[in-house]
């Protein structure tokens, strides 16, 4: 007996040599980095397709563009849901990549058969005639794109996470630094799209740069494929949303109970979690009236079956897998406010350029093209982040990790709201130098740097810290849902600022006033805008502050657990990892 129990341990070890480590984790960041390319390739210039091809005004196309951004991440609830549930993270991510790719296919066909025309057009000098049913095909294809790549981002995270054991010291630093690489790799994927895919669409090559894309988006699927039989696979938790309810239906059926002690709380014997391949979490203070769910009463004593039944009776680890979703909430609703500030970026950052001198000798400069300095302040941020930053925190702090990924965040949040203050200022200089008979400034695009590059330094803080912290603070069976926590945030800030600016353009927009926001931003006052986001940002950070404060960490048993993993022949083999406490 103890000779199998030898060579099954040396098998494991064996399995896992073949399987996962930094190598397959590289051709997922190579896989982010092309996807992204073809992501950015539509979504960049796409307020500026809506303005020159479709013709549509400022106001109606920065909507337009915050509604579509914004389904893009809520889509990653989507592709979590199925990853954390039912598919698994590889299937999840080879689904929703096929979806993404004919979105891209679509657009290439719609704005090349139906919108461009005459050809030449878009380039902001000779109108469109769009068809009805071209322009209806094109925002089908780009909801496709965003249904493709919105649920395969934030599953992919925590794929390429799953490759590092945690066991393996070398594994657990680089699984720290992952997610730090794939927002890395994020910007380096858009990095080409920024500057030489707008370059092309700007001067009116849509259906050229969304050709790109899709090529982009194949070869990354290809990429993604080919590490298939090297990956590290974990199996799908079941629905954590049906967890939940149980959890919450049990409390409401025992409303009148007193939540018992800790130690008298219902939880399976031995190691074995109630929640399929996954580990146990120990018991926390908080939250007490929850408690309830899991409290033995004398009617689950006598009687078998309701002590049997989840929806009466819930273990110890599926009431704190509750109590994690609603400790990590607060901490994103206050980062919503952040992604208000992020998505101005895609909008009217770039409306704002388009109205200012962006002439470099004979050259004209694309007002899109300007967020290279936002690609360029993260990539930059990163890396000095990475190598001097976090050694130079480590030791001050005693923390390996530097600063903890809550105090990353709230630093995060104070340089969005400073780049909101230098946007406002930049758009007074913009309006104080209007060339008379014209709609631009003779102010230089690129006074618009700062902005830029305070939004890339803040990335770096906020994005990547919340892609630690959710997914390292959401339990086992929700590992995904917690990477897409950060794209959700992404997505009610789009839907937010969509509703701030025509709430703005409602209470301005009177008599003759052209509001706030106007299609000749001439005539606007876009600054007021900007300081009105960077005061909700600061009032939104006090907030954040207090709920940070409060917040406690999950508490993983340290124990030796037993996940379940499938090795490429699909075959069930449990691997002992040794996690750590949180």
Not at 7 to 12: A, G, L, M
Not at 449 to 459: F, K, N, R, T
Not at 497 to 524: C, D, F, H
Request: glycine share 8%; charged share 15%.
């Amino acid at each position: 007996m103890e000779e199998n129990e030898n060579y099954q341990e040396k098998s494991e070890s064996v399995n896992e040599m073949k399987t996962g480590g930094t190598k397959v984790a590289t051709l997922l960041l190579v896989n982010q980095a092309l996807a992204t390319l073809a992501f950015f390739g539509v979504g960049v210039n796409l307020v500026l397709f809506l303005t020159r091809v479709l013709g549509q005004d400022n106001a109606q196309a920065a909507n337009n563009v915050s509604k579509w951004t914004g389904t893009v991440y809520m889509f990653s609830l989507i592709g979590a849901f199925l990853s954390d549930s039912y598919w698994g993270r590889y299937l999840t991510c080879t689904i929703f990549q096929l979806f993404f790719i004919l979105g891209l296919a679509l657009s290439c066909f719609s704005s090349w058969r139906f919108l461009i025309n005459p050809s030449g057009c878009g380039d902001g000098h000779i109108s469109c005639n769009p068809t009805s049913f071209g322009v209806n095909i094109f925002y089908f294809s780009i909801y496709l794109v965003a249904f493709g790549y919105g649920g395969h981002q934030p599953t992919l995270a925590t794929f390429g996470a799953d490759q590092y054991d945690e066991k393996n010291p070398k594994e657990r630093s680089s699984k720290l630094a992952f997610f730090c690489y794939f927002y890395f790799s994020l910007n380096v994927g858009s990095l080409f799209s920024n500057t030489v895919l707008v370059y092309y669409e700007d001067s009116g090559k849509w259906t050229m740069g969304f050709l790109v894309s899709l090529i982009s988006a194949i070869i990354a699927f290809l990429t993604f494929l080919s590490g298939s039989p090297q990956y590290r696979y974990f199996k799908p938790s079941g629905n954590p949303i049906v967890r939940v309810a149980q959890v919450f239906t049990a409390v409401a059926r025992k409303w009148d109970v007193v939540p018992a002690k800790a130690e008298k709380l219902f939880e399976l014997d031995g190691s074995k979690s109630a929640i399929k391949g996954c580990r146990k979490i120990l018991h926390s203070d908080d939250l007490q009236l929850m408690d309830k769910a899991a409290t033995i009463t004398e009617n689950d004593d006598e009687d078998e079956e309701t002590r049997n039944n989840p929806w009466r009776l819930c273990t110890v680890t599926q009431v704190e897998e509750t109590k994690c979703v609603l400790r990590m909430l607060p901490i994103w609703l206050c980062t919503i406010s952040y992604s208000v500030v992020f998505t101005q970026m895609a909008s009217l950052f770039v409306e704002q350029g388009d109205a200012m001198n962006s002439k470099i000798g004979d050259f004209r400069m694309p007002a899109a093209s300007m967020s290279v300095f936002d690609i360029c302040s993260v990539l930059i941020c990163t890396a000095i982040y990475r190598q001097y930053l976090v050694p130079l925190t480590g030791r001050m702090m005693g923390n390996p990790k530097g600063i903890t990924e809550l105090q990353r965040m709230g630093i995060g949040l104070i340089i969005g709201m400073l780049s909101m203050v230098a946007s406002g200022v930049t758009e007074i200089v913009r309006l104080r130098n209007i060339i008379p008979g014209e709609k631009t400034s003779s102010v230089s695009i690129f006074c618009q740097i700062p902005q830029y590059v305070l939004i890339g330094a803040s990335e770096v803080f906020m994005y990547v810290g919340q892609l630690e912290f959710f997914n390292g603070q959401a339990p086992d069976g929700i590992k995904s849902f917690g990477s897409s926590l950060c794209m959700a945030s992404i997505s009610l800030g789009n839907y937010v600022s969509s509703m701030l600016v025509n709430m703005i353009m409602e209470i301005t927009a009177r008599g003759q006033e052209k509001g706030w926001i106007p299609e000749n931003l001439n005539k606007g006052h876009m600054d007021r805008f900007f300081f009105l986001l960077a005061g909700i940002v600061a009032f939104d950070f006090v907030i954040y502050l207090f709920c940070a404060n409060r917040y406690k960490n999950i508490n993983v048993q340290g124990d030796q657990q037993e996940l379940e993993f499938d090795d490429t022949k699909d075959s069930k083999v449990v691997i002992k990892l040794e996690m750590n406490t949180y």
